[in-house]
């Protein structure tokens, strides 16, 4: 397997690059790699870093590997206050203190806060371990609070720019679909095809629709596609109703039911008798058929 390539200059260069704080008077000096070792009861987490879940099986693994092992990679940290704030590493931090460590090996920096989101969001972007919306939340702190564009948000992290404008786009998501991106249930992808969705309702509806069929993105691109194809237009000769009517009708229950939906009006002939006019609703699955069902009030019971 080819080996995964570094995301800008690689984590490993920039604390290379980056000015070392001493360690406290208790603390062993520091080793050829700045290596020392800290107090687990010295150490906190960063409220303010790009990481917000932890899994809870892997959590537990790396503390069975912790007690047989140690922690064989040092946490990134840098002072505050009479204690230290973690940079990279808060999981190894969680981990070792549930295995009742006494104390962990860490690299001192002396960075600012701006470094200090740059160098945690790196670590966890090469890890993989943060998902879209962590991710994309992280962008979003280094553009609010540093003032930087979204070229220099790419330089930074290694990625290129288009890639960190449509992360962040993703943040414009209602709550209930971000929640679902960040939980892993939609992709990315998913992301991107329910933004040209201009309704917010009717995002959460397909949202909804791709974790219950488990759609793929191109099929949920077939689905925007055809929503937003514009009714056709009835004759308006022949037609009893007024053609904007219709396609306001249209538009209305489209919104309603979240699909495609027709309406035919129905028409005089020119010998004056009536022809009948139809409503058509699309539906793609039998789920689909059993939520337009239940929007009309008819359940399974009632058939």
Not at 110 to 115: E, F, R
Not at 253 to 258: A, I
């Amino acid at each position: 397997m080819a080996k995964r390539q570094a995301l800008g200059r690689g984590i490993g260069a920039l604390v290379k690059e980056v000015p070392k704080a001493a360690p406290p008077p208790e603390a062993p000096a520091p080793d050829s790699e700045g290596i020392t070792k800290l107090a687990i009861s010295k150490v906190k987490a960063n409220p303010d870093q790009p990481r917000r879940t932890f899994d809870d099986t892997a959590l537990k693994e790396l503390t069975a590997s912790i007690q047989e092992h140690g922690v064989l990679q040092p946490l990134l940290v840098r002072p505050k206050g009479k204690q230290y704030q973690v940079i990279a590493g808060e999981r190894r931090l969680r981990a070792a203190t549930a295995a009742e460590l006494s104390d962990v090996p860490v690299i001192i920096l002396d960075i600012d806060d701006q470094q200090a989101l740059e160098i945690a969001l790196i670590e966890n972007l090469q890890r993989d371990d943060l998902n879209i919306i962590e991710t994309a939340t992280g962008y979003k702190e280094l553009a609010d609070k540093f003032d930087l564009t979204q070229d220099q948000i790419a330089k930074r992290v290694g990625k290129a720019r288009a890639s960190v404008a449509n992360m962040l786009r993703l943040l414009e998501l209602p709550s209930s679909v971000k929640k679902l991106l960040e939980n892993g249930q939609l992709s990315a992808g998913h992301g991107k095809v329910l933004l040209s969705v201009d309704i917010d309702v009717e995002k959460e509806l397909l949202a909804t629709r791709i974790v219950r069929e488990n759609l793929s993105v191109r099929a949920l691109e077939k689905i925007v596609e055809k929503m937003k194809a514009p009714p056709k237009k009835p004759r308006a000769q022949k037609s009893d109703l007024p053609i904007d009517y219709i396609r306001h009708l249209s538009e209305k229950l489209h919104q309603h039911f979240g699909t495609a939906v027709k309406v035919n009006s129905t028409k005089t002939l020119a010998n004056g008798k009536k022809m009948k006019g139809s409503i058509e609703i699309d539906y793609y699955s039998n789920d689909d058929l059993t939520r337009f069902l239940e929007i009309v009030g008819i359940t399974s019971e009632d058939l």
